[in-house]
T-cell receptor, first 116, second 111 residues
């Protein structure tokens, strides 16, 4: 069975500092997508960053970057220069690229609080 | 323009009632989903449709019935509501890049 594990239920970081959220997954697939989604108190789910497993290069979106370690099945999210608006639940998600399969599997989330 | 919209955003109802949640996307995506997010924020897929065809049907009580009249719409009907159905229900759609676009969620409270 495919699973996604986020081992940090809660984290906090001082404004302007850097924080890393961890995510590991288990799969026998070789080709898949990985995502980080953010859910602020407004409850809207927002895509933060995506990574395709066949790409070696780590994805980056402004202050957000990932450390993708395919062999270790690890996909951590680094937030640089943390801002108060980054306070949210963060979900790691996995989706296999198997043809006809559109099933996303989400981790249990990490609640991040950015402190002023 | 809202990409994925859901109505209503809040729904409070009595146990035993039947209710529907509507979802529409204007992104031209072929695939749509329903998720349930429980009180611990755990997000679990319930159903997925691709071009009006049901492709994922997780272990969901048959009181839940999705309907996709066209590929831009995916509605969720729930019969005989129970206390345990209280949750936030999210509709989502995905296109060729496979990233999901979520609706604002519907908070369902069953009394």
């Amino acid at each position: 069975a495919q699973t996604v594990t986020q081992s940090q239920p809660e984290m906090s970081v001082q404004e302007a500092e850097t924080v890393t959220l961890s995510c590991t997954y288990d799969t026998s697939e070789s080709n898949y997508y990985l995502f980080w989604y953010k859910q602020p108190p407004s409850r809207q789910m927002i895509l933060v960053i995506r990574q395709e497993a066949y790409k070696q290069q780590n994805a980056t979106e402004n202050r957000f970057s990932v450390n993708f370690q395919k062999a270790a099945k690890s996909f951590s999210l680094k937030i640089s220069d943390s801002q108060l608006g980054d306070t949210a639940m963060y979900f790691c998600a996995f989706m296999p690229r198997t043809s006809g399969t559109y099933k996303y599997i989400f981790g249990t989330g990490t609640r991040l609080k950015v402190l002023a | 323009d809202t990409a994925v919209s859901q109505t209503p955003k809040y729904l409070v109802t009595q146990m035993g009632n039947d209710k529907s949640i509507k979802c529409e996307q204007n992104l031209g995506h072929d695939t749509m989903y329903w998720y349930k997010q429980d009180s611990k924020k755990f997000l679990k897929i319930m159903f997925s449709y691709n071009n009006k065809e049901l492709i994922i049907n997780e272990t969901v009580p048959n009181r839940f019935s999705p309907k996709s009249p066209d590929k831009a719409h995916l509605n969720l009907h729930i019969n005989s509501l129970e206390l345990g159905d209280s949750a936030v229900y999210f509709c989502a759609s995905s296109g060729l890049e496979n990233e999901q676009f979520f609706g604002p969620g519907t908070r369902l409270t069953v009394l």
